[in-house]
């Protein structure tokens, strides 16, 4: 692990309690997203919700009939809400056989990934969804790439990397995922949602 992934991790291990408590309810926006991903699946399909924290989004995606488990680096998020069936794990390498999953649900997670390391984080997720299997991210959106402070423990800070719709597109391709439609929307940064379907 570099010490990028440590630091990120204990950060995120301190924060656990005030995290889970401030982002209980999703945005709209993310609620759209799966509200969207779960209208292309069969109920009971098998989604990883990479980088899920303290598994909020994996009750939301349980909770529109798909079969959801959580991955997340940090065990004291994935301690934090008792949300069942998560399981420790680091993106770039899931715990997963090839080809196992019907969708990868990545929000907010990916952009602590430093730009490098992105390619092979994508590859990983195009090798554990089946062929045709669906691909749901958000980004922050920007060039920036760098520590951040947490707002509400300036003492602790987090690896953030923004992304460009095109360049990602990009990535996404030589990945072997093809977009098929992108959302946006700000909060206290921009963000960019992809859907995207592996070849």
């Given at each position: 692990m570099t010490d990028i992934a440590a630091t990120t991790r204990e950060t995120y291990d301190a924060?656990?309690?005030?995290?889970?408590?401030?982002?209980?309810?999703?945005?709209?926006p993310v609620v759209a997203a799966a509200d969207h991903l779960a209208g292309l699946l069969p109920p009971g399909a098998r989604v990883a919700d990479v980088g899920c924290g303290p598994g909020h989004q994996t009750r939301l995606l349980r909770d529109r009939g798909l079969n959801a488990t959580g991955f997340d680096l940090s065990r004291e998020m994935l301690a934090a809400d008792a949300v069942p069936g998560l399981v420790q794990a680091d993106m770039r390498a899931l715990p997963l056989a090839a080809s196992v999953v019907d969708?990868?649900?990545c929000v907010a997670a990916?952009?602590?990934?430093?730009?490098?390391e992105v390619p092979l984080t994508l590859a990983e997720f195009a090798r554990v969804v089946r062929p045709g299997g669906l691909l749901a991210l958000s980004l922050a959106e920007g060039d920036d790439e760098g520590w951040e402070p947490v707002s509400y423990a300036p003492e602790l800070r987090r690896w953030y990397v923004g992304h460009r719709l095109a360049p990602f597109t990009?990535?996404?391709a030589d990945a072997g995922f093809e977009v098929t439609d992108h959302t946006r929307w700000s909060t206290h940064r921009d963000w960019l949602m992809l859907h995207a379907r592996r070849g």
């Open positions: 924060i656990a309690a005030d995290y889970a408590r401030r982002w209980r309810s999703a945005p709209p969708a990868v649900w990916l952009l602590h990934v430093p730009r490098p990009a990535l996404l």
